[in-house]
Structure formats: structure tokens, C-alpha cells
């Protein structure tokens, strides 16, 4: 069994990170972050592909470091806790990403980032005609980043989703034509890989929903159809614990916040308004990893929680002066990340001002804890955990953060 086991982990390793992977080879940059530790470890990459971020779906990669490719000193320590800023300086963060290939962020303005662990600098990677939305690797075969994009109001955009299978360095259109057929104007608000087929996709745009069943060579419409409008499908994430059920969330174009879930990966798909007594979006979508009817969305002012499978939304966190942009969890602890206190910038123009907030529940949220944050950090816009249980926060204009909890 053990041998089997190490077979499988070899193969697995070697078609994700390249030939060479279990020695740490000099070959490729990558390589110098991983480390091949065990079949246990191997199981635990495959089995947690998929991540959860508001904008981002990531590679864990737990244990598998030869070394941190970030000098690992903090930039300040509050109550305990190591932050440490690692850019892109000034930043509007609005997709992070770990992959095997390294840590990438998607922006606001300047598109996809990818920080070479050589020189600790960040490599500007192109796309930056629209928002990046999503960043998405897939370990298919070839290994694939995928990345969603926003049109700016008055910007084309020849693909609504772009795919590179060289770490970023060249990008092909990834969304079946969808932005040809449309003007060059089309939106890929969310990208979920299924984690059990790496060719099976699924798109969230202005409010339809696409599945791709051939790796984004072609699409079609799941959920609603080509010309319906709304606010977007900010998020789709997939239960761990019923591989099957796929839930969304987003925001109407009569303002009103939704979530949807489907039972066979977006064949069909129930609808249901968490907030019906006020409008309202829904920024983040988690999933329970452990109790298939549980999941959390982060909204405007704070969290809900469904116990019942989405029949029915009660608040877990309340009363947040602003809005939870991602809902990360690990080994049972869920964080939220909020974009707070909104207020003009401090020039007049840009980007709005905001403050990080940053909660924590350790009850499967029956009880939250506020976590001191350092002072001037602009409020979270993605989140993820590393390989390494350190949260990595997308901010909306100071970069990329890592918390070692």
C-alpha cells in the first residue's frame, strides 16, 4: 500500500510542479520552495486543491518548503502575531493565490503579479487591461493558471478568462469565445476547478452561470442564459464534505444578495435571498469542510450562517462597519476578513479609504473574536491560508499581508 502510495505521490508531484519535483531541482525557481515529504502530505495537496478565497481559488501546499521564498521577518508584531507586508507596494489586491509555482496576486489596476522567490520581487505578469477577479490553478495535464477578468466601464477585453500553462509568461484565451461574441466585453467574476476533474469548470459572470467540460474550450449556460444582467457571481466554492454540491453568491441587478446551490456541480441549481428584508451582496461563499448543510457567506456588515443547507440564514457575525470580502478556513478555524469605515482618500481621488478587519471563530461560528490588526493597513479585499497556516490577506491598496496566527 505504502508503495503504491508513493507512486501515486511521485506521479502527482511530478505533473504538477515538473520533472525533478521530489529533489527540489535547481532547474526551476519554483522548485526551490518544495520539498517532497510524504505520501500522508501528497494526499492532503490533492485533497486541498481547491481553496477558498472571495476571489481566488489556490494550491495548498502543506509542508512543502526547501525554503520560504519571503525573508521571513515581520514587519510588525501585534499581540503575538507576525504580519509581514510582502507587496506589491501600494497595491489593490483583489485575488491571491499560492500555487505550486509560487504566490501570485491578481490586482485592481496593474493585473497578475507573480513573486519570484530568487529575489523576493514581484514580477508583473500582464492582463492588466481589466480587474483580475480570480486566480485559479488547475493540476490537469498540462498544470494551468486561469484567470478571471472585469472589464473596466469603457475597456474591451478579447477573453473573459485566460489560461497559461507557463507560470504567466504567455496567455491564451480561455472562454470559449465568449467575450468575441459579445464586443469584447463579457466578465468572469468567479472561476471554480472541480477537485475531482480538473476539466470541469465553472464561471460566474454578470449573473449567469457557464460549466466547461473540456478544460474552457467551450462553455454553456447552467444557470440562466447569454444577456441576463446583474450584479455578478462574486464567488463559487465547492463542499468538501459532498464533492457534488456547489454553491454561489452575488448580488442581483435589483441590488438584492443571493446565494445558489447546486447538487451535481451546476447542472441545476436552487435560489435563495439570505437578506429579504433589506438589499444587500454576497462577497464570500465557505463552505463547512466537515458538516455538508453548514456554510458561511460574508455580506454587507458581517457573516451568515446556513446550518440547514440554505433553507434558512441566521447572522453569526453582526453589526461590522463595512463588508467581509473573503472567508478563509483551516484546521477548524474559520477567519473573516472585512473592508471597513469607508471614507474618501486622503488626496481626493483614487481609491476609497478603508481599514482591515479581521475576525476569528473557533465554534463553527457561534462566537467570534476580534484580532488586533496594524494601524494604516487598508481594508481585505481576498484571503487565503498557506501551506503553512499563515493567512495571506489581499488589501485594497497596501498589497499582500501574511499573519502567522
Given at each position: 500500500?505504502?508503495?503504491?502510495?508513493?507512486?501515486?505521490?511521485?506521479?502527482?508531484?511530478?505533473?504538477v510542479f515538473?520533472?525533478?519535483a521530489?529533489?527540489?531541482?535547481?532547474?526551476?525557481?519554483?522548485m526551490?520552495?518544495?520539498?517532497?515529504v510524504?505520501?500522508?502530505?501528497?494526499?492532503?495537496?490533492?485533497?486541498?486543491?481547491?481553496g477558498?478565497?472571495?476571489?481566488a481559488?489556490?494550491?495548498?501546499?502543506?509542508g512543502?518548503?526547501?525554503?520560504?521564498?519571503?525573508?521571513?521577518?515581520?514587519t510588525?508584531?501585534?499581540e503575538g502575531?507576525?504580519?509581514?507586508?510582502?507587496?506589491?507596494?501600494?497595491?489593490?489586491?483583489?485575488?491571491?493565490?499560492?500555487?505550486?509555482?509560487?504566490?501570485?496576486?491578481?490586482?485592481?489596476?496593474?493585473?497578475?503579479?507573480?513573486?519570484?522567490?530568487?529575489?523576493?520581487r514581484w514580477?508583473?505578469?500582464?492582463?492588466?487591461?481589466?480587474?483580475?477577479s480570480?486566480?485559479?490553478?488547475?493540476?490537469?495535464?498540462?498544470?494551468?493558471l486561469?484567470?478571471?477578468?472585469?472589464?473596466?466601464?469603457?475597456?474591451?477585453?478579447p477573453?473573459?478568462?485566460?489560461?497559461?500553462?507557463?507560470?504567466?509568461?504567455?496567455?491564451?484565451?480561455?472562454?470559449?469565445?465568449?467575450?468575441a461574441?459579445?464586443?469584447?466585453?463579457a466578465?468572469?467574476?468567479?472561476?471554480?476547478?472541480?477537485?475531482?476533474?480538473p476539466?470541469?469548470?465553472?464561471?460566474?459572470?454578470?449573473?449567469p452561470?457557464?460549466?466547461?467540460?473540456?478544460?474552457g474550450?467551450?462553455?454553456?449556460?447552467?444557470?440562466?442564459?447569454?444577456?441576463?444582467?446583474?450584479?455578478?457571481?462574486?464567488?463559487?466554492?465547492?463542499s468538501?464534505?459532498?464533492?457534488?454540491?456547489v454553491?454561489?453568491?452575488?448580488?442581483?441587478?435589483?441590488?438584492?444578495g443571493?446565494?445558489?446551490?447546486s447538487?451535481?456541480?451546476?447542472?441545476?441549481?436552487?435560489?435563495?435571498?439570505?437578506?429579504?428584508?433589506?438589499?444587500?451582496?454576497?462577497?464570500?461563499?465557505?463552505?463547512?469542510?466537515?458538516?455538508?448543510?453548514?456554510?458561511?457567506?460574508?455580506?454587507?456588515?458581517?457573516?451568515?450562517?446556513s446550518?440547514?443547507?440554505?433553507?434558512?440564514?441566521?447572522?453569526?457575525l453582526?453589526?461590522?462597519?463595512?463588508?467581509?470580502h473573503?472567508?478563509?478556513?483551516?484546521?477548524?478555524?474559520?477567519?473573516?476578513?472585512?473592508?471597513?469605515?469607508l471614507?474618501?482618500?486622503?488626496?481626493?481621488?483614487?481609491?476609497?479609504d478603508?481599514?482591515?478587519?479581521?475576525?476569528?471563530?473557533?465554534?463553527a461560528?457561534?462566537?467570534?473574536?476580534?484580532?488586533?490588526?496594524?494601524?494604516g493597513?487598508?481594508?481585505?479585499?481576498?484571503?487565503?491560508?498557506?501551506?503553512?497556516?499563515?493567512?495571506?490577506?489581499g488589501?485594497?491598496?497596501?498589497?499582500?499581508?501574511?499573519?502567522?496566527?
Amino acid at each position: 500500500m505504502h508503495g503504491a502510495e508513493s507512486t501515486t505521490t511521485g506521479s502527482f508531484l511530478q505533473r504538477v510542479f515538473g520533472t525533478g519535483a521530489a529533489g527540489c531541482s535547481a532547474g526551476s525557481p519554483v522548485m526551490a520552495s518544495l520539498l517532497v515529504v510524504s505520501a500522508s502530505t501528497a494526499r492532503r495537496v490533492a485533497r486541498l486543491w481547491i481553496g477558498h478565497s472571495a476571489r481566488a481559488v489556490l494550491v495548498l501546499v502543506a509542508g512543502l518548503s526547501c525554503s520560504d521564498p519571503v525573508a521571513p521577518e515581520c514587519t510588525e508584531r501585534v499581540e503575538g502575531r507576525c504580519w509581514t507586508s510582502l507587496g506589491p507596494d501600494g497595491q489593490w489586491v483583489t485575488a491571491v493565490a499560492e500555487t505550486p509555482w509560487g504566490l501570485f496576486a491578481g490586482t485592481h489596476d496593474d493585473g497578475v503579479f507573480w513573486l519570484d522567490p530568487a529575489t523576493s520581487r514581484w514580477r508583473p505578469l500582464g492582463l492588466d487591461h481589466a480587474i483580475v477577479s480570480s486566480v485559479v490553478f488547475v493540476p490537469s495535464d498540462p498544470p494551468r493558471l486561469l484567470v478571471g477578468v472585469i472589464p473596466y466601464s469603457d475597456e474591451q477585453t478579447p477573453a473573459a478568462l485566460f489560461s497559461s500553462a507557463d507560470r504567466g509568461l504567455t496567455w491564451q484565451a480561455a472562454d470559449g469565445g465568449l467575450a468575441a461574441r459579445n464586443g469584447n466585453r463579457a466578465w468572469a467574476w468567479s472561476i471554480l476547478a472541480d477537485a475531482s476533474n480538473p476539466d470541469r469548470l465553472l464561471m460566474g459572470t454578470s449573473y449567469p452561470i457557464l460549466r466547461s467540460d473540456d478544460g474552457g474550450r467551450t462553455w454553456l449556460y447552467v444557470w440562466l442564459g447569454e444577456g441576463s444582467a446583474g450584479g455578478g457571481v462574486n464567488m463559487i466554492a465547492q463542499s468538501p464534505a459532498a464533492p457534488g454540491r456547489v454553491w454561489a453568491g452575488g448580488e442581483t441587478a435589483l441590488l438584492t444578495g443571493f446565494v445558489l446551490r447546486s447538487e451535481d456541480f451546476g447542472t441545476t441549481w436552487s435560489w435563495s435571498d439570505p437578506t429579504p428584508r433589506y438589499d444587500n451582496i454576497v462577497w464570500a461563499v465557505l463552505p463547512d469542510p466537515g458538516t455538508p448543510q453548514r456554510v458561511f457567506i460574508g455580506v454587507i456588515g458581517g457573516v451568515m450562517r446556513s446550518q440547514d443547507g440554505g433553507a434558512s440564514w441566521a447572522s453569526s457575525l453582526a453589526r461590522l462597519p463595512g463588508q467581509v470580502h473573503a472567508l478563509v478556513e483551516d484546521q477548524g478555524i474559520i477567519y473573516a476578513l472585512a473592508n471597513e469605515n469607508l471614507r474618501p482618500p486622503p488626496s481626493g481621488t483614487g481609491a476609497a479609504d478603508t481599514d482591515l478587519g479581521l475576525y476569528r471563530t473557533t465554534d463553527a461560528g457561534a462566537t467570534w473574536d476580534t484580532l488586533p490588526v496594524p494601524t494604516g493597513v487598508r481594508g481585505a479585499w481576498a484571503g487565503s491560508v498557506d501551506g503553512r497556516g499563515r493567512l495571506l490577506i489581499g488589501t485594497g491598496g497596501s498589497g499582500v499581508w501574511r499573519v502567522t496566527p
